[in-house]
């Protein structure tokens, strides 16, 4: 289960890689196949790893979460359920 959980958090990283490489090949002037202008090459290589990055967190989130190692903030509050 654990190697499941491994590949599972390797897809966001490697397109969160991904995406700060397209941003770099902006700021050094190269525009790469698919896209037609560097405009649109810079805002998908920051959309994918704004998407990574946000996936490995709330992975991480929820992991800390389920085992309340998180602010009480963040817990929900039992008590106000039941009313």
Do not use: C, Y
């Not at 998908?44 to 989130?61: D, E, K, P, R, V």
């Amino acid at each position: 289960m654990r190697f499941v959980a491994l590949i599972v958090l390797l897809i966001p990283v490697f397109l969160a890689g991904v995406g700060i490489k397209w941003m770099r090949d902006v700021i050094f002037n190269v525009q790469l196949f698919p896209f037609p202008n560097l405009t649109l090459q810079f805002i998908s290589g920051l959309l994918l790893f704004i998407l990574g990055l946000g996936f490995i967190g709330g992975f991480i989130f929820h992991r800390d979460k389920k085992n309340g190692k998180v602010a009480e903030r963040f817990l929900k509050n039992k008590e106000a359920t039941n009313d």
